[in-house]
């Protein structure tokens, strides 16, 4: 087998496998904001298309290991092509987790569709405006090999939890005179806590994104930034 082979043999696999990467994103974001709308909206039917439509997102998880794998198998790569193997594999699980909150909600949103109208389900939507624009950023940021926005993530994830602590908050003090609506409530409270899972799971693929780019891991920087500074003599 000839070097130019080998070569458009492992161009072709790196493209199929940032193919899938960006086919299974497209489908996760698809899917969240279908979850959204379904709660929004009462549509029970586009809650259940939700959670159908989520065994794409498992497959193509699986398609993205196995590609993963055989490139790793096959090519041994190395440098910049090796962390794009490792990163890529990595966003598929973190956007299969994400799918997964989807269909969490979707479920919820089924359940409150099934009841007199619940008129807190709006406070949702601005949490989900702040969990849907990280995510589309991360997703840039890999795409694009965007590593200044992959890094610039976290203080949006911060915005994140604390408008999701408020809403928390607002939610379980209305349990105590909400009667009938206790469980809906409930449903709500859990569906803002997945949403502020997803601005997790978006950081991380930002700070994949930064490994792609830089070779360099930033996950636990914040834990730098707050170490105390040492005693002076």
Avoid: W
Wanted: with cysteine.
């Amino acid at each position: 087998m000839n070097q130019p082979h080998i070569f458009h043999e492992i161009d072709n696999a790196m493209r199929s496998l940032k193919d899938a990467v960006i086919l299974m994103a497209g489908l996760t974001r698809q899917n969240l904001e279908r979850a959204i709308q379904a709660l929004l909206t009462r549509d029970i039917d586009l809650a259940r298309m939700v959670i159908g439509d989520d065994s794409d997102v498992d497959d193509l998880e699986v398609r993205i290991d196995q590609i993963g794998m055989d490139i790793l198998i096959r090519f041994h790569p190395v440098a910049s092509d090796l962390r794009l193997v490792i990163t890529s594999m990595k966003m598929a699980h973190n956007l299969e987790r994400i799918s997964d909150h989807a269909v969490n909600i979707a479920k919820r949103a089924k359940k409150i569709c099934k009841s007199n109208e619940t008129v807190e389900a709006a406070i949702i939507e601005p949490l989900y405006s702040m969990a849907e624009n990280l995510l589309r950023d991360a997703l840039l940021s890999y795409t694009d090999t965007n590593t200044e926005l992959g890094e610039s993530l976290k203080p949006s994830d911060r915005a994140l939890d604390a408008a999701h602590k408020q809403v928390i908050s607002l939610l379980s003090g209305r349990i105590e005179t909400s009667g009938s609506r206790t469980e809906n409530l409930l449903h709500l409270i859990f569906i803002a806590r997945s949403l502020e899972r997803i601005g997790d799971l978006a950081v991380n693929i930002g700070e994949d994104a930064v490994f792609l780019g830089e070779a360099r891991n930033i996950r636990h920087d914040h834990k730098k930034d707050k170490a105390p500074d040492a005693e002076q003599p």
